[in-house]
Structures are given as structure tokens and as C-alpha cells.
């Protein structure tokens, strides 16, 4: 017996007559494995092209990338060059930053693929969140991003640096990217928190009075989170990594209610 994927089906509460063209649509399972093939093809071709991009200017990637430790460093009247123990390091270094690099560029086409995947199970009226999707996700994704690179991460190692006056920094490449890495693409995935809680909102998952009223346990889940990304245990830097996840969670409570207006007015316009 075939097996087969039907899309919802076409009685919803918000039926219309655009949701007609998509009712009784049928993806058989390899159909769907073949759709999953295709958007992991074009995603892998879009990160190719990235780094490739991405290699071709690596040196000042890395430039950009190791400024918040020179720039700390040479403020504090220390040596402001990275060191490596290996003749390769640095070519590896430069292959892992184009990588990584690639997959920031291609991010958004990559989060558009996944969508047109989804999308053949969802409504006409669910889709058109297509483009607010890919956009606020980029968006909040290169945001925390940013907000790692510019502020929390040159906080942290000036801490660092500072409390061990006492010693001649030897930092090698590899520690360094190691330690960027995980800070700023770590802060930039938590800044998908409102994405989250968007998509859980129009799906009917939670509702904005569920948000509310679990906030205590927002702050503190927020606080953990933030105490596992700050790379130093001192008040300032664990601020600076919650404070912002805090207003990350009070912003996707107003998405959520924002959904859950939408849907009354809708409702009530429906009615009259």
C-alpha cells in the first residue's frame, strides 16, 4: 500500500474560497523525500557559493573577526597579534571562517527553502508569512549576531585580559576562533526567541496570557542561558548577555498578542 501525505484538509475555521485550489493535494512519501532532496541541494549550492564569497575575502574576515581582542589588547598596551603553532593553522583557520561565513550569507535562502518545504501543508492564508518569516529570523539572527561581535564579546574579554594582568597573553588562533564562535553564533541563535514564539502564536500553541503569566520562569530559564553563553562569571558581562534576552521574551509576548488580535478581529470582522 502507497503511502501518501495529504495537506490539511480543506474545512478550517477559516476556510475561503483561495483554500479550495489546495484541498485534496496529494505528496506521496519518496514525492516528499524528493521535495527534501531538492532544498537541501540548493541549500548546500547556496552555501558553496558563500564560501566561496566568503574565501575570497577571508583575510579581512579574519580582520573583522579578531578586532575585538587586538583592539583590547592594544588598549591595554599588550602585543596585539594572535600566535599559531602549526604552519597549516592558518589556511585552516581561513577554510573554517569561509565556511562559517558562507552559511551567514546563505542564511536566508536557506530559511526561504525551508519554508517553500513546509508550505505545502499549510493554508493560503498561512503562507503569505513567507517573507515576514525569513526576514525577522535573518534579521534577528545577524542582530544577536552583531550585538555579541560589537558589545558582549569585547566586554568579556576585557575581563578577561584585565584579570590576568599578571601574564603574557598567548593566544593562538584556534582558541580565539573557538571562543568567537560559539559567543557570537550562540547569541544569534537565542535571538530567534521571538521567532519561536511567533510561529507557536499563529500555530495556536501558546497565547500571550500563557506568556505572561509564566514570566518568572522566562527570567529565570533567560538567566541560565545567559550564564552558559557569557564566557566570564562576572555581574557586568552576565548582564549584558540577559538584559537582552529578557526584552527578547516581553517583545515576543506583543507578537503573540499581536497574532491573537489579529485572529479576534478577523473573527469579529467575519461575523458583522
Not at 75 to 100: G, R
Not at 115 to 132: A, D, N
Not at 215 to 226: D, N, S
Amino acid at each position: 500500500m502507497a503511502t501518501t501525505i495529504q495537506n490539511p484538509p480543506s474545512k478550517n475555521p477559516n476556510h475561503g474560497p483561495e483554500d479550495d485550489d489546495f484541498s485534496g493535494k496529494q505528496m506521496s512519501f519518496l514525492e516528499h523525500l524528493e521535495e527534501l532532496r531538492q532544498r537541501l541541494v540548493r541549500s548546500a549550492i547556496s552555501i558553496f557559493v558563500g564560501f566561496i564569497v566568503c574565501f575570497y575575502f577571508s583575510d579581512k574576515i579574519y580582520g573583522l573577526l579578531a578586532k575585538p581582542l587586538t583592539d583590547t589588547l592594544a588598549s591595554l598596551h599588550m602585543a596585539n597579534k594572535l600566535v599559531y603553532t602549526n604552519p597549516v593553522d592558518p589556511f585552516n583557520l581561513y577554510i573554517k571562517l569561509s565556511i562559517v561565513g558562507g552559511i551567514f550569507l546563505a542564511s536566508p535562502y536557506i530559511l526561504l527553502q525551508l519554508w517553500l518545504f513546509i508550505s505545502p501543508g499549510l493554508y493560503r492564508h498561512e503562507k503569505k508569512y513567507i517573507w515576514p518569516f525569513v526576514g525577522l529570523t535573518s534579521g534577528l539572527f545577524f542582530t544577536g549576531g552583531f550585538f555579541a561581535y560589537r558589545f558582549a564579546f569585547p566586554a568579556a574579554l576585557r575581563f578577561l585580559l584585565e584579570f590576568g594582568h599578571r601574564f603574557t597573553p598567548m593566544i593562538t588562533i584556534h582558541e580565539y576562533w573557538g571562543l568567537a564562535l560559539t559567543i557570537i553564533l550562540g547569541v544569534g541563535v537565542v535571538f530567534e526567541l521571538p521567532v519561536v514564539i511567533l510561529l507557536l502564536s499563529i500555530f495556536g500553541i501558546v497565547t500571550p496570557k500563557f506568556l505572561v503569566k509564566n514570566i518568572r520562569y522566562a527570567v529565570i530559564v533567560t538567566a541560565v542561558v545567559a550564564a552558559a553563553l557569557a564566557p566570564t562569571p562576572d555581574f557586568t558581562t552576565l548582564f549584558m548577555f540577559w538584559m537582552p534576552l529578557v526584552g527578547l521574551y516581553v517583545l515576543s509576548i506583543g507578537l503573540s498578542w499581536l497574532v491573537y488580535y489579529r485572529k479576534d478581529w478577523k473573527k469579529r470582522h467575519e461575523k458583522a
